[in-house]
T-cell receptor, first 113, second 116 residues
Framework: GENVEQHPSTLSVQEGDSAVIKCTYS??????FPWYKQELGKGPQLIID?????GEKKDQRIAVTLNKTAKHFSLHITETQPEDSAVYFC????????????FGGGTRLMVKP | GAVVSQHPSRVICKSGTSVKIECRSL??????MFWYRQFPKKSLMLMAT?????????EQGVEKDKFLINHASLTLSTLTVTSAHPEDSSFYIC????????????FGSGTRLTVV
């Protein structure tokens, strides 16, 4: 089955700096890669996603890049703000395999004011 | 956008009792819903896939008699933790995507279960 690894597990940045979180996946059949933000005591919230026919996607301060050859994808947050502090999860999904998501281990992002 | 409502948000129950958690898709139909369990500071672990009108598919190591799943309509799936024990205490989260799409999964707000 699919295996998703995520790094780093914790990341501390100064407000205004950029943050980058990286994930690798094992199954080349995966074609959908969402990123979720989870605040304490809440369910994950989809912040951006990318499909395998696209190499990069951007939404305001958030961007995701995908390298299918290397089987890795990254989340980039620019001009970080204290409210960006949360746990971020990457995930991967294989089509026709029940549509289930395999999650990375999570990254705890702390943005210091 | 797609909204998934999960209730209750918190529940405390005594050992040996059963607890039901509801997951509703408010503005879309979901033939498939997913149930996850999350331990503190850990990632989400898929427990089972809930299929409308048929039996749920459980992941390896998840006891189907312990975690009963019912998906009786296109907008509602329930997870019942039977004969709860303290080790069942955890954060349970459901998710779904509109029309069974393989993208755009939306998660519920989660249920914090504490078994005393």
């Amino acid at each position: 089955g699919e295996n998703v690894e995520q790094h780093p597990s914790t990341l501390s940045v100064q407000e205004g700096d950029s943050a980058v979180i990286k994930c690798t996946y094992s199954d080349s059949a995966s074609n959908y890669f969402p990123w979720y933000k989870q605040e304490l005591g809440k369910g994950p919230q989809l912040i951006i996603d990318i499909r395998s026919n696209v190499g990069e996607k951007k939404d305001q301060r958030i961007a995701v890049t995908l390298n299918k050859t290397a089987k890795h994808f990254s989340l980039h947050i620019t001009e970080t703000q204290p409210e960006d502090s949360a746990v971020y999860f990457c995930a991967a999904s294989i089509p026709n395999a029940g549509n289930m998501l395999t999650f990375g281990g999570g990254t705890r992002l702390m943005v210091k004011p | 956008g797609a909204v998934v409502s999960q209730h209750p948000s918190r529940v405390i129950c005594k050992s040996g009792t059963s607890v039901k958690i509801e997951c509703r898709s408010l503005d879309f139909q979901a033939t498939t819903m997913f149930w996850y369990r999350q331990f503190p500071k850990k990632s989400l672990m898929l427990m089972a896939t809930s299929n409308e009108g048929s039996k749920a598919t459980y992941e390896q190591g998840v006891e189907k008699d312990k975690f009963l799943i019912n998906h009786a309509s296109l907008t509602l799936s329930t997870l019942t933790v039977t004969s709860a024990h303290p080790e069942d205490s955890s954060f349970y989260i459901c998710s779904a995507s509109p029309n069974g799409a393989s993208y755009g999964y939306t998660f519920g707000s989660g249920t914090r279960l504490t078994v005393v």
